[in-house]
């Protein structure tokens, strides 16, 4: 069944090896005892190729860690979605293509939550499979459904999510795979099933990290596993304010925020323009 996940289905099993091999660490940011069964060979296999890439044997690494970046950026979602379930009015959690991810499983859920998971169905399938056996701590109610459709709103709310009702959304991974007329529409669609008050979090780079010459390899490195990214934004407060979000965009090594003694590479400064950047973007519905 693994090998009919298509690229970004693959994407998913080499984050999943990345928690896997951080969890082994005695500094680890988080504990996934899931992650290694979820990546599978095939994971662990892109991992390698990927090291060769962050961790040169000869030279100095000059291409962002990816792996501390993954590290860093679940340790801040997982703050998140903790954070949502402590609000008492939020009674469901929105995964969207939530790939190999197991917050479900890991982590503690007050009783009143739902928590949907939404991805493709060959997603979804290799995630049972590999989880087969493995009780959930939430009400987990997954939607096989791809964002980009026109009817996935639909399949969500049949499983069981309600649109009057106060939610948390998690976009994780997510927006660098899109075309950029398809990011508008993803967040103008998931603004209208939120309430005011909802909460929402997601990631994305700027500009010059995609056009950086010293980040280059890992870009054609997922572009050569048919995965390119797309999508990038100079501003992303403003860009989530355009569709009724208001969000604070935070920087991995950030030291008050998004630090966690992990990111080794310079913390631009707001003056350096042509700095790449990796955003943490979260906030609430307008």
Not at 74 to 94: E, K, M, N, W, Y
Not at 220 to 238: K, R
Request: aromatic residues 10%; negative net charge.
């Amino acid at each position: 069944m693994t090998r009919e996940l298509d690229a970004v289905g693959r994407t998913a099993l080499l984050a999943a090896a990345v928690r896997a091999e951080e969890t082994k660490r005695e500094d680890r940011l988080f504990e996934d005892p899931y992650a290694e069964r979820l990546a599978g060979e095939i994971g662990f296999e892109l991992l390698e190729v990927l090291h060769g890439i962050t961790y040169p044997s000869t030279g100095t690494r000059t291409v962002y860690s990816v792996p501390d970046h993954v590290g860093i950026r679940t340790r801040f979602f997982d703050g998140f979605l903790r954070h949502a379930a402590t609000v008492p009015s939020t009674r469901q959690i929105v995964l969207g293509a939530a790939g190999m991810d197991a917050r479900a499983y890991r982590l503690e859920w007050p009783d009143r939550i739902r928590y949907f998971e939404i991805d493709r169905p060959a997603v979804l399938e290799y995630k049972e499979s590999r989880l087969e056996g493995v009780r959930p701590r939430v009400d987990r109610r997954t939607v096989a459904a791809d964002l980009l459709s026109d009817s996935w709103e639909d399949d969500l709310e049949a499983a069981g999510y309600d649109p009057e009702l106060p939610s948390a959304w998690l976009l994780e991974g997510l927006l660098y795979y899109l075309p950029e007329p398809e990011v508008h529409r993803l967040l103008d669609r998931v603004a209208a099933l939120m309430v005011p008050g909802s909460l929402i979090a997601s990631d994305v780079c700027n500009t010059a990290a995609l056009a950086y010459p010293e980040w280059q390899p890992m870009w054609d490195m997922i572009e050569g596993w048919g995965c390119p990214a797309l999508f990038s934004c100079d501003d992303p407060e403003e860009l989530f304010a355009k569709h009724g979000l208001d969000m604070r965009a935070v920087l991995p090594g950030d030291g008050e925020t998004a630090q966690y003694n992990r990111w080794d590479d310079p913390v631009p400064s707001p003056s350096q323009t042509d700095a790449p950047r990796l955003y943490y973007v979260h906030g609430k519905r307008r």
